[in-house]
């Protein structure tokens, strides 16, 4: 750096170190455009200053797919958990998953997405925190999640935060399952899971062949399936050389025998008979 610039320069630069973002970088470069001392000695850095604004201002056209992060599935569905600092986001993706976040009271602690996985009645969700800075990055992980846990803060005014949760939503054209949770309280675990499970609308099926116990791991389907719908998932044979099906949970009585327009409800147990 040329030994004789001016104090406004000298803080345009400093401008430029500390800034994050792109637009950040445009500005402050600009600022040290406009102050550096113009002759023979600052030549080659006016040159390099442009020469960063060019490439900076270049990158527009490719912003959409610069911010665009996506985690890859894990599991029957991924959820983000989002919300503002400090309203344990953190320990509660830790009591929920294998994840071991760091959780302090630092505002801002999380500072990238931490993933963890949480296994309940047979279904696998990732669960995905997401730092409260809330970047377009993060915000297109939220977007392509199959739902949103919303955790606010029980020491802040409710409806302040719902407020901010929406403007953010629409900001980020985010239309997904949300549910809401008030953090730094006793959350039971069990219930968080099936609030989660619920906000998702789909149904867990337990399989089972006849004279055998029903399978551990739930078969996943929209709510609304029918037993055609299941038949076909587990094997297209299945619905081929279908005969009759049983059914415990949502049937009139246990292993009543039904057809395939027959609409299964979360939880039950199905006997598919084929051959
Ligand atoms: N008393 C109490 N403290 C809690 C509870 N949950 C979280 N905390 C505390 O609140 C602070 C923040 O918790 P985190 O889980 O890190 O919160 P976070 O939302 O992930 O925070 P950031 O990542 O910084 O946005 C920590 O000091 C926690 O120990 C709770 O249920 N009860
Ligand atoms: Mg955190």
């Not at 001392?37 to 390099?48: I, L, N």
């Not at 949300?178 to 789909?202: Q, V």
Request: glycine share 6%; net charge positive; proline share 4%.
């Amino acid at each position: 750096m040329p030994a004789n610039v001016t104090a406004e320069f000298a803080k345009a630069q400093s401008k430029y170190l500390s800034a994050r973002t792109r637009e950040e970088k445009i500005a402050a470069l600009e600022e040290m455009l406009a102050t550096i001392p113009k002759h023979k000695g600052t030549e080659h850095m006016q040159a390099e200053i442009r020469g960063k604004l060019a490439k900076l201002r270049g990158q527009k056209s490719s912003k959409v797919a610069r911010t665009t992060i996506t985690i890859s599935k894990e599991g029957d569905a991924q959820i983000v958990i989002l919300g503002p600092t400090q309203t344990g986001k953190s320990t509660l993706l830790a009591q929920l998953t294998n994840a071991k976040p760091k959780i302090s009271d630092v505002p801002y602690t999380t500072t990238k997405p931490e993933v963890g996985v949480s296994e309940w009645k047979g279904v696998k969700f990732q669960l995905i925190e997401i730092p409260s800075t809330f970047t377009p990055s993060m915000m297109s992980i939220t977007a392509n999640a199959d739902g949103i846990v919303v955790v606010l803060d029980p020491r802040r005014n409710l409806d302040e935060q719902r407020d901010e949760i929406r403007k953010l939503f629409s900001k980020f054209r985010i239309q997904k399952p949300h549910i809401e949770i008030i953090g730094r309280t006793e959350i039971d675990a069990e219930y968080l899971k099936s609030s989660i499970w619920k906000m998702l609308g789909l149904i867990r099926i337990y399989t089972k062949e006849p004279g055998k116990k029903p399978e551990t791991k739930a078969l996943v389907l929209k709510a609304g399936a029918t037993v055609k719908d299941a038949a076909s998932a587990i094997h297209k044979d299945f619905l081929k050389f279908f005969k009759f099906a049983k059914v415990w949970g949502s049937a009139k009585y246990a292993g009543e025998r039904v057809g395939l327009d027959y609409k299964l409800k979360d939880g039950d147990i199905l006997e598919i008979h084929a051959g």
